[in-house]
């Protein structure tokens, strides 16, 4: 089945700077990679995704760049903000008739002001 | 508009026993997956059912169930908790089963096994 890494596990920037988390998947079938950002205690939000078509989606701070090839698919966060502050999980999923997503283990970003 | 709605919020239950999780979809969706969150991972897939039928399975034990009504809602339920249970359990629905529709996820159910 797929399998999705990510890194880093933990991210430390300074507010203003950028931040940038990298997954990796296996399933060269995959299509579908969204991101989502899940503050403590709270619901994981689809932040932005992107589909295999597209090389890269920008969202005003948010962006993320898709590279087939290598099967790595990236989040790029600029001008960061305390309230960035959260777990952001990647995920992969194929076509098919179920819409199975396949998580990374999650990166813990913090802004420091 | 509502988004997806999951009840109870919290649950406590002994090993053994069983547990029923609810799950109300935004409205006009039509599937509903279900995901296992264990502190400190990312979610693991469980089901998926559209339309009422199931049309995934993650590889999770037999113990694990859950239907789909006419309304969309859904229900999963665990039979003979182990205390390896214990997770958050969330619900997502998309407006269709396949394709690429973006999920999007309710509070969770906190299970919590003694």
């Known amino acids: 089945g797929e399998n999705v890494e990510q890194h880093p596990s933990t991210l430390s920037v300074q507010e203003g700077d950028s931040a940038v988390i990298k997954c990796t998947y296996s399933d060269s079938a995959s299509n579908y990679f969204p991101w989502y950002k899940q503050e403590l205690g709270k619901r994981p939000q689809l932040i932005i995704d992107i589909r295999s078509n597209v090389g890269e989606k920008k969202d005003q701070r948010i962006a993320v760049t898709l590279n087939k090839t290598a099967k790595h698919f990236s989040l790029h966060i600029t001008e960061t903000q305390p309230e960035d502050s959260a777990v952001y999980f990647c995920?992969?999923?194929?076509?098919?008739?179920?819409?199975?997503?396949?998580f990374g283990s999650g990166t813990q970003l913090t802004v420091l002001p | 508009d509502a988004g997806v709605t999951q009840s109870p919020t919290h649950l406590i239950k002994t090993r053994g026993q069983h547990v029923t999780l609810r799950c109300s979809p935004i409205?006009?969706?039509?599937?509903v997956s279900w995901y296992q969150q264990v502190l400190g991972q990312g979610p693991q897939f469980i089901f998926q059912y559209y339309e009422k039928e199931e049309r995934g399975r993650g590889n999770f034990p037999d113990r694990f169930s859950a239907r789909q009504f006419p309304n969309y809602s859904s229900e999963l339920n665990v039979n003979a908790l182990l205390l390896g249970d214990s997770a958050l359990y969330l619900c997502?629905?998309?407006?269709?089963?396949?394709?690429?529709?973006?999920?999007?996820f309710g509070d969770g159910t906190r299970l919590s096994i003694l």
């Open positions: 995920a992969a999923s194929k076509p098919g008739s179920a819409r199975q997503l396949t």
């Open positions: 997502a629905s998309s407006a269709q089963g396949g394709g690429n529709q973006p999920q999007h």
């Open positions: 409205s006009g969706h039509k599937s």
